[in-house]
């Protein structure tokens, strides 16, 4: 989220540690509910709906603590944005699926739904605390009330939510804010030099050699940034929305004030204690490494 922002939207009253994993609450979901293919990022080969390996009766994972040794490192860079802990307690009322194993089924199917809404929430909920979008703050409460209103569905309405209908009145709202942000950050470094808006949605950069580039109010939604090198770039105040960050060498990079970049993103990447975050992400533990 922005460096601007504040833990709660003051109109929704919606925590942001709501929308954080809490393991401690959730019935292991992202390691039952969802496959996984042997890759570089997993061991081994996981069908959705089973169990993985590492999955201990607690729900607790084995090898967390050595999931990138363990080549799990697929793992560190999910986030469920605290739908886990929704669907296990609220959508099935704190009854685990080894306790009720007639409902498994069922909360696996939710849980990627619900997955979907989080994440939706997540943005929307930063969408709120940027002062530029205050235009559409109105629109945007709406949505975040609505999306909120569906994630409390049952499990059976759930299942049948049409989630990308939804997605799009969300993303088109996501998409206006991003304009705003972003026309004002243009406007504030460059003054009455007007510079033309850098446009790279859902670009291949991978691998691409970036070095202290200036990306400052860019459009990188879903860009392809895999193994590119952008150490000491500015990406102040760019839509960051779905880029692919993995191995991107973010040493010594300015990310404050960049919108819609998330925990999982940034676990993905590479970085160093040079590098700017905003402030309610986390520096990740394995950066040290390319200190």
Known sequence: MSEN???????NNISSNSLRADCEKCFGLCCVALPFAASGDFATKK??????????????????KNLRQQRFKGCTVFD???AGQKVSQSTFKGVDWRESPETAKKMFDVFPIMHQLHEMLWYLTEALTLKDASPIHGELSSALDETERLSLLSPDTLIKLDVPSHRAVVNALLLKTSELVRNKALHQ?????????IDRRGVDLMGSKL???DFRGANLRGA???????RNADLRMADLIGADFRDTDLR???????????QVQVNAAKGDEHTKLPHLLSRPTHWSAFE
Do not use: M, V, W
């Open 5 to 11: 922002n504040e833990d709660t939207n003051p109109k």
């Open 47 to 64: 069908d959705a709906g089973k169990p993985c390996t590492n999955l201990q009766s607690d729900f607790r994972c084995g090898i967390h």
């Open 80 to 82: 469920c944005f605290g």
């Open 189 to 197: 470094h460059t003054g009455s030099n007007k510079r033309k808006t």
């Open 211 to 213: 070095r202290g580039a």
């Open 224 to 230: 392809y940034l895999i193994g590119a090198d952008f």
């Open 252 to 262: 010594g990079a300015n990310l404050t004030g960049s919108i819609f970049l998330t």
